[in-house]
């Protein structure tokens, strides 16, 4: 079963509205999460590192102020897409690894597919 | 070079016929990669972990060479259910981050 679990798997916004979108680890804690966006037929581009109590880092290109992150417990994060325009159209997913396994796997979410109108 | 860079494909394979993919990473410190399967509108999960020389898991090999910084991926006796985009993954060069390929598209044809 998931180890990573998020939640919505679609939504559908209008333009100038915000969306927010979880991530649960199921049965680990989890001190840091990874959010990534994929674009159609493109890779997974790495947006934010989630840290549990304290700021997210963000990677290069990537607004702060439009990509809030919270992770306010060690099994949950958060990314809510402010302002949300059709160009913030994309796949969303978080990933995390389990402590208690050390290969370094990345477990994901099942994604959140966001449609902004 | 790009941190992890792979062929796009398509590859279009006849069902039975062996498959491989090669990725190039940059990270000449890198101790472990991956091969993440990821269908269409889902998420990636994990296909094998290459940590030493390589590792075989059925009919999945992979190889590490780490004197020319690739791995592959072999896929043999191939099933229709293999088609997907395969995304090679390496660690981000000083940091516990991973970066992805592209991915290589596959299908099998029946």
């Known amino acids: 079963g998931a180890v990573v679990s998020q939640h919505p798997s679609r939504v559908i916004c209008k333009s100038g509205t915000s969306v927010k979108i979880e991530c649960r680890s199921l049965?680990?804690?989890?001190?840091?999460m990874f959010w990534y966006r994929q674009f159609p037929k493109q890779s997974l581009m790495l947006m934010a590192t989630?840290?549990?109590?304290?700021?997210?880092?963000?990677e290069q290109g990537v607004e702060k102020d439009k990509f809030l992150i919270n992770h306010a417990s060690l099994t949950l994060s958060t990314l809510t897409v402010t302002s949300a325009h059709p160009e913030d159209s994309s796949f969303y997913i978080c990933?995390?690894?389990?402590?208690?396994?050390?290969?370094?796997?990345?477990?994901f979410g099942e994604g959140s597919r966001l449609t902004v109108l | 070079r790009k941190e992890v860079e792979q062929d796009p494909g398509p590859f279009n394979v006849p069902e039975g016929a062996t498959v491989a993919f090669n990725c190039t990473y940059s990270?000449?410190?890198?101790?472990?990669f991956f091969w993440y399967r990821q269908d269409c509108r889902k998420e990636p999960k994990l296909l094998m972990s290459?940590?030493?020389s390589g590792n075989e898991d059925g009919r999945f090999t992979a190889q590490l060479n780490r004197a020319s910084q690739y791995i592959s991926l072999l896929i043999r006796d191939s099933k229709l259910s293999d088609s997907a985009t395969y995304l090679c993954?390496?660690?981000?060069?000083?940091?516990?981050?991973?970066?992805f390929g592209t991915g290589t598209r596959l299908t099998i044809i029946p």
């Open positions: 990933s995390a690894r389990n402590p208690g396994i050390n290969t370094g796997e990345l477990f």
């Open positions: 049965d680990f804690q989890a001190t840091t």
């Open positions: 989630s840290n549990e109590g304290s700021k997210a880092t963000y």
């Open positions: 990270n000449s410190a890198s101790q472990s």
């Open positions: 290459v940590y030493s």
């Open positions: 993954v390496a660690p981000r060069r000083g940091n516990e981050k991973l970066t």
